[in-house]
């Protein structure tokens, strides 16, 4: 969800569309979706796969956070604050991904944390910063 302008009649819903329209992306950015089933696509066999992961990945994004399934609020804002610490800590988003995850089954991160359905859900796409920035564009 972008911010909404009522005025502009703008609903602020993120779409394909939109990421391609109206957003500027920095080449080799890494888009985190904190939100449910973000990572869902559709179209699976045609050439692109429809969804906004990979709409951001052909936008220039290279890499995206997303879930595959709805996760509880608590668990995952404790979870996305630990990822964003370790990527503050200079992580890659693999890296960031792996060191959280490791966490919430030692049960660093809580009780809830450390069941499987409530860290198992988030998926990364694309390259890590590492890979990208020594990539040969074609």
């Given amino acids: 969800l ?4 009522p005025l502009a009649k703008d609903s602020g ?13 920095k080449l080799g950015c890494h888009i985190d ?11 699976e066999g045609e050439y692109v796969a429809r969804g906004l992961v990979s709409a951001f990945l052909v936008a220039g994004a290279s890499s995206v956070l997303g879930t595959l399934w709805p996760l ?11 990822y964003h610490a370790r990527l503050a800590e200079g992580q ?3 890296g960031a991904l792996a060191a959280t995850q490791r966490a919430a089954t030692r049960g660093e991160l809580g009780d809830e944390l450390r069941l499987p359905q409530n860290f ?3 998926v990364l796409y694309g390259l890590s910063a590492e890979v990208h920035e020594t990539a040969t564009r074609v």
Avoid: K, T
């Avoid at 972008?2 to 302008?5: D, E």
């Avoid at 819903?13 to 992306?25: A, N, T, W, Y």
């Avoid at 509880?72 to 630990?82: G, W």
């Fill in 13 to 25: 819903v993120l779409s394909e569309d939109r990421i391609f329209s109206d957003l500027r992306l």
């Fill in 2 to 5: 972008l911010a909404p302008s």
């Fill in 92 to 94: 890659s988003p693999a």
């Fill in 120 to 122: 198992g859900g988030y």
């Fill in 33 to 43: 979706l904190a939100a449910c089933r973000s990572a869902l696509s559709a179209g």
């Fill in 72 to 82: 509880p609020d608590l668990p995952a804002a404790v979870f996305q604050a630990h």
